[in-house]
């Protein structure tokens, strides 16, 4: 089974606040390949911690898995903002489950790889990266309203335009980095606002919170809007729009969200003197990878990466 890395192309620290992203999947990716082993109690071969939580996970949701032995290969790097561990829970829970002649709807599958993934690697990640391997479709962007978890895909038709990835040369681990810390600021926010989720704060309820929280929420109530109004451009063709949007969400992810370090601003400002109409840091933040969007006549800079809508995880040919 293969399962893509993802691009966000916007929505941002949205997903665990219930909010909104529009991210689509790569050309590069996880591909596990599972081979029965009889009599093998649990799951061998290239089983790392998180190919056994994926493994407990799926058996603790009543799934029957045999022994087997699993082969992972990858073209994404790790660290570098682009999900490879998402792909690997994904590709590996599609793996067993295909061995097992069994099924799981594809949000049940992203919400038990997101348990997985807190488990071996202590991150308290959204379903952004894992909905995204699962149903992105090829040649789209797709809408996730993380409230209803409604798909919408979204036509990415560039026009010529291109988007791109530099690595900003900060691996980025996200247990480690503040991205727990930040989840758990939102949901201080949530509480004190006496709300669900900042999905259902509003504009006003900024000046009633604290800072950091304040700043916090106001990220996330202009993020959302940014995912619409990105909607909105593309169906419209509006591409230098789209470079507008991906320039305010990197300002508010680092004034705002303080996600941003030394060497992403370094990176951003190297695409954007390289020509690039926006650039934004991706994912997490806190080090990883940085999204560009360039004009069909600049010539990519060195180590910058064309990326484009491919497919979500599916069975390989041959
Ligand atoms: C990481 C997490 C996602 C999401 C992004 C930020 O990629 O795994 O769930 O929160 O950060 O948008």
Known sequence: MFAPGRVNLIGEHTDYNDGLSLPFAIGEGVTADATLRPGHAGVGGDASELVCAVA???????HDLPGAEIAISSSLAEGEGLSSSAAVGVAVALALLGLAGESCEPVEL?????RAERRALGTRSGL??????????EGCALRIDFRSLELTPVPLRLGGWRL???ASGERRELARSGYNERRAECEGAAELLGVGSLRAARRAD???LPEPMDRRLAHVLGENERVEQTVTALGEGDMSEVGRLLDASHASLRD????STDAVERTVAGLREAGAVGARMMGGGFGG???ALFTADVELPRRVRAVAPAAGA????G
């Open 56 to 62: 407990e996970e799926l058996r603790a949701a009543g």
């Open 110 to 114: 992203a919400r038990l790889c997101q």
């Open 289 to 291: 990878s940085v999204l």
């Open 256 to 259: 705002l969200y303080d996600a």
């Open 128 to 137: 952004l990266d894992q909905l995204a391997a699962l149903c992105a479709p």
């Open 164 to 166: 791109a990835v530099a």
């Open 206 to 208: 900024v000046d009633r």
């Open 314 to 317: 599916r069975v390989l040919a």
